[in-house]
């Protein structure tokens, strides 16, 4: 996740004397380097601010992509995380939905509700937000985080619900469902295929079955993580290790093709195999993060009344995700492999950064 937006710091306020509160916080060092260590408590530097007592939160695919130094936006010193669910721990006056003690669920995009994007509801795209948690300034790997715009950027967790479903809605949810099933347009008996069967494809393979389509084909290189794809509701599956992937798609679709390809991986090869098994009049949502430049064959494409759609998550759809995880619709809790507590957050990382070996799929960090 990317954004243009940049957000100076506020100036912080005087300090009225005594010693400044800390906390422990996951904090980037650069160079592929992270520590749990102590940084100073946040605190209100605008009236729309809040301060949100971490309960639970979550290792995203990005924050590796940070520790790998491919986000520029993303400084040394940086406390990483941008998903989570907390307690309001102290509100600035500007603030009128939120009190101290409520829970809260964070959205991992910031929206200032005003601006011209956010009235288009592309938050993503805020002037004075969009993706800034753990990108821009301090995120939610941490005992406390402050959180812009709290009005618009928080949401309320109901009296007595499980709160654990609800940081996968922080942002892995929203962006199946925004970037892949509704940018790809899902309809009734259509024809699905997802490529990449980690986390981010997962979601979208349960959010997908929204709209009942006739087949979802999901496609990666790992076999245990295609088993778990047939448990989440695929109808077939491929594994493309020995790279006749389009063959198998084309053999299970009467060569047509498919009418929605998610890519949920992020390289060249998987965004080329999206190109190669559209079907006429079909549509290619991308979901994955592209460091690369990919080759876009429209000497293929040019006459098959193809789309291809890009986005970053907007959290649009979370009022209709958190319907759907309250009406018991769809479980986000089996995407969760492993429990961690805050001061074993570097064990969190090691756990999920080699998936492969573990298994993870996602982790929760609780404090
Ligand atoms: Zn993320
Ligand atoms: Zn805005």
């Given at each position: 996740m990317t954004n243009a937006a940049t957000l100076q710091a506020p100036a912080a306020r005087p300090q009225t004397g005594g010693v400044a509160a800390t906390m422990k916080a996951l904090v980037y060092l650069g160079d592929g380097k992270k520590a749990f260590q102590a940084k100073a408590k946040p605190k209100i530097a605008v009236p729309t601010d809040a301060i949100v007592r971490m309960v639970k939160t979550t290792i995203c695919g990005t924050?590796?992509?940070?520790?790998?130094?491919?986000?520029p936006t993303a400084k040394p010193g940086l406390i990483l995380g941008h998903e989570g669910v907390g307690v309001v721990d102290e509100v600035g006056p500007g603030v009128t939905s939120f009190k101290r003690g409520d829970r809260v669920l964070i959205s991992c995009v910031t929206s200032c509700g005003?601006?011209?994007?956010?009235?288009?509801?592309?938050?993503?795209?805020?002037?004075?937000?969009?993706w800034i948690l753990g990108n821009l300034i301090d995120g939610t790997q941490a005992e406390f985080v402050r959180i812009p715009y709290a009005d618009t950027s928080l949401y309320p967790i109901l009296e007595g619900?499980?709160?654990?479903?609800?940081?996968?809605?922080?942002?892995?949810?929203?962006?199946?469902?925004?970037?892949?099933?509704?940018?790809?347009?899902?309809?009734?008996?259509?024809?699905?295929a997802i490529v990449g069967s980690g986390p981010i494809g997962l979601a979208a393979l349960l959010t997908a079955q929204f709209y009942s389509p006739a087949e979802i084909i999901v496609i990666?290189?790992?076999?245990?993580?295609?088993?778990?794809?047939?448990?989440?509701?695929a109808t077939s599956v491929i594994n493309?290790?020995?790279?006749?992937?389009?063959?198998?798609?084309?053999?299970?679709?009467?060569?047509?093709?498919?009418?929605?390809?998610?890519e949920a991986v992020g390289v060249p090869a998987t965004f080329e195999l999206c190109e190669q098994i559209v079907a006429p009049g079909g549509r290619i949502a991308n979901v994955g993060v592209h460091g690369k430049p990919v080759a876009l064959h429209l000497e293929q494409l040019w006459d098959r009344n193809i789309s291809i759609t890009t986005r970053l998550v907007d959290t649009v759809s979370m009022p209709i995700l958190l319907k759907m995880v309250r009406a018991k619709r769809i479980d986000p809790k089996r995407l969760i492999t492993h429990h961690f507590k805050l001061d074993a957050v570097v064990d969190a990382y090691d756990t999920f950064g080699n998936a492969d070996k573990t298994g993870a799929l996602k982790v929760i960090v609780e404090s």
């Open positions: 924050d590796l992509h940070i520790l790998k130094g491919d986000l005003a601006c011209a994007y956010c009235r288009k509801l592309m938050f993503s795209h805020c002037v004075n937000g969009g619900e499980d709160e654990e479903p609800l940081v996968l809605c922080s942002d892995i949810l929203p962006t199946g469902f925004e970037c892949g099933v509704l940018n790809g347009q899902v309809v009734p008996g259509s024809t699905v990666d290189l790992d076999e245990k993580r295609l088993g778990i794809a047939k448990k989440f509701g493309s290790t020995d790279g006749k992937a389009q063959d198998a798609v084309m053999r299970m679709t009467g060569k047509r093709g498919v009418d929605t390809v998610i």
